[in-house]
């Protein structure tokens, strides 16, 4: 096995250093480059654990003698920079003092059978991120992603997601009619209508759709679902925030397969 390389960079006009900024600082740079920056212990640490073997890892000079010692050095190539050149490569307010690059895999085509998450145009990242988490922690594998939906990749996305893309198989891009793919019963989300989710038989696996935070799920989609969901609110709001919602209907597909 060839021992992995260290360079240490001081130029914020490295070429290395620039392709890194805009990789960390572009929401959709990930897209043209096929690799993403993740930042921080916790998601390099998810990502490792999930068996992700990193491009590239970048640590400050102050980290440097402490991933040496117990971070297990599994990239090919490491850079090292001061503490304020990373700072200014970071999107953190608080910088990470540690990064890795990730190749992403090769777009992949939504698998018919399995338990799905949709989301249809679901835009703030924070929204995304939680219910990656908790497609995760239920047992939804795949999440497809429809035109107009946040970047999957994106910083905001990953740091709310805290780990959980390592796990999951995401497909981002998709129009109304790929949805044509998927051989298991379509579950819309609905305010107003539907069956009440606590009295509803929920098949597995199914395929959850959650939708626009203001719009909720487009007709057109809706028409396809094989059942409307509504969730009980017995204190009155008038809504759930999306994520809240996508939540308590994946807890409850995963607690009753």
């Not at 930042?39 to 440097?64: D, I, K, N």
């Not at 117990?70 to 990239?75: E, F, I, M, P, R």
């Not at 996305?157 to 390592?166: E, K, P, S």
Request: aromatic share 6%.
């Amino acid at each position: 096995m060839t021992a992995p390389s260290t360079v240490q960079i001081h130029s914020r006009d490295n070429p290395h250093v620039k392709e890194l900024r805009r990789l960390a600082q572009d929401s959709t740079q990930y897209r043209r480059q096929g690799r993403v920056w993740i930042e921080g212990e916790h998601l390099c640490a998810a990502a490792r654990t999930r068996g992700w073997a990193p491009e590239m890892a970048v640590f400050s000079e102050s980290f440097w003698h402490l991933a040496l010692a117990d971070k297990g050095l599994t990239a090919t190539k490491n850079i090292v920079l001061p503490d304020a050149l990373f700072a200014s490569i970071s999107g953190l307010e608080s910088p990470a003092r540690m990064a890795y690059v990730l190749g992403l895999p090769a777009p992949a085509r939504p698998d018919p059978a399995a338990p799905t998450v949709v989301l249809d145009r679901v835009q703030d990242a924070g929204n995304v991120g939680s219910i990656l988490r908790s497609s995760a922690a239920f047992g939804f594998r795949q999440v497809l992603a429809m035109k107009g939906s946040a970047a999957l990749w994106s910083a905001k996305v990953l740091r709310a997601g805290m780990g959980a893309h390592f796990g999951l198989t995401l497909v981002e891009g998709l129009a109304e009619d790929d949805l044509e793919a998927l051989a298991v019963p379509l579950l819309a989300t609905h305010v107003h209508a539907g069956d009440w989710l606590h009295r509803a038989a929920l098949p597995w696996p199914c395929a959850w759709v959650f939708g626009h935070e203001g719009q909720g799920v487009a007709p057109q989609i809706e028409a396809r679902a094989a059942q409307r969901i509504r969730i009980a609110q017995p204190g009155g709001e008038e809504s759930l925030n999306v994520a809240a919602a996508a939540a308590i209907c994946l807890h409850a597909s995963g607690a009753a397969r």
